[in-house]
């Protein structure tokens, strides 16, 4: 069973930075696609941003694009998402999730059932 451990979260004011990291353990093999998802008090979870692991192929959801980055680094087995312009509507819990099961050939989608293996969340608050 893989671990995945967010971390970064915190407070920060609209138009200011942080950066999210979430380290994999567990397995001895990579992932093959990693992903942010987010949740608001009273709203669905919803996709950020996904990266696939072989080529670093990425995906984003419209409401972030320009302003977050994914990024992995496979080495330490961390994938990061750097948020910049950060907004009021960007608070919620974010969630690390992975994937080691579905075919490498589809670019991992901004979809919370594709993956298995989630985080406990880390939590981003922006203040106006």
């Known amino acids: 069973q893989v671990q995945l451990v967010e971390s970064g979260g915190g407070s920060v004011q609209a138009g200011g930075s942080l950066r999210l990291s979430c380290a994999a353990s567990?397995?001895?093999?990579?992932?093959?696609?990693m992903a942010w998802f987010r949740q608001a008090p009273g709203k669905e979870r919803e996709g950020v941003a996904t990266?696939?692991?072989?080529?670093?192929?990425?995906v984003y959801a419209d409401s972030v694009k320009g302003r977050f980055t994914i990024s992995q680094d496979s080495a330490k087995n961390t994938v990061y998402l750097q948020m910049n312009s950060l907004k009021p509507e960007d608070t919620a819990m974010y969630y690390c999730?992975?994937?080691?099961?579905?075919?490498?050939?589809?670019?991992?989608?901004?979809?919370?059932?594709?993956?298995?293996?989630w985080g406990q969340g880390t939590q981003v608050t922006v203040s106006s």
């Open positions: 567990g397995y001895t093999y990579d992932s093959n696609s």
């Open positions: 990266i696939r692991t072989r080529d670093g192929r990425t």
């Open positions: 999730a992975a994937d080691y099961e579905r075919s490498t050939a589809y670019v991992p989608p901004l979809l919370p059932t594709w993956y298995n293996d």
